[in-house]
């Protein structure tokens, strides 16, 4: 690889998480993503790379390790009952269920995290992309929710501090969803500094108020037009930014 390439960050196990006939977060997300890039070409200016499963040792730097374990043992457990005719999911809540595939894809999909994180620090890619799912930020250390188990760009943070010894990482959360997960996980933490824009009121339901001072959410209301959107950022994030950078 070489320096300037854009990393994409994808793998087939991430097909295999399903949560149901009909439901809005499935495999066809990625099948989109595919199609996009082919139809317009940009696929053919992507390195494409391999992703490995992320540890479980990985995963507690932004996860409880009883929330770890308490996926993989529902996932035996589900393994067990199919073997003897039972159903193919397991629900958590009123919109969250695991497969039988769901905890390798959520370890592929934090690893795909880490591996990026690990070629761009490392001068290998200028930066990267990963289409993976399941997606993460409204998981918390020790919850999934809103179709979310790890949180993928948690891990990465964590991991780029801890082990790559970072001074400073910024999270740029832009989604019609607040990202309580990553909030939960990082808040209070003097080395990151989160941004997050989002729709509210909506799902789910938080993010109206900065819990730590690391901490910059934007709520907006529905349709809030693209240069207001605009304007918010230069406004609030870019100054934050700036001032965020390592001297």
Known sequence: MTVGKT????????WLHEMGPGHPECPARLDAIEDRLLVSGVGDAL????????SLAEIEL???PMHI??????TDRLEQELAAGGPEYKQLDTDTSINRHTFKAALRAAGATLAATDAVLAGELENAFCSVRPPGHHATRNQAMGFCFFNNVAVGVKYALERHHLKRVAVIDFDVHHGNGTE????GDPRVLMCGIFQHPFYPFSGDKDP?????NVPVAAYTKGMDIR??????????????KPE
């Open 7 to 14: 990393g994409y960050f994808t793998h087939r196990d991430c």
């Open 47 to 54: 390195e494409r790379c391999n992703v490995p499963l992320a």
């Open 231 to 244: 304007e918010i950022i230069e406004m609030m994030w870019i100054p934050r930014l700036e001032a965020f």
């Open 69 to 74: 374990a308490a996926l993989q043992g529902l």
């Open 212 to 216: 730590a001072s690391n901490m910059l």
């Open 184 to 187: 939960d996980i990082l808040a």
């Open 62 to 64: 932004a996860h409880d």
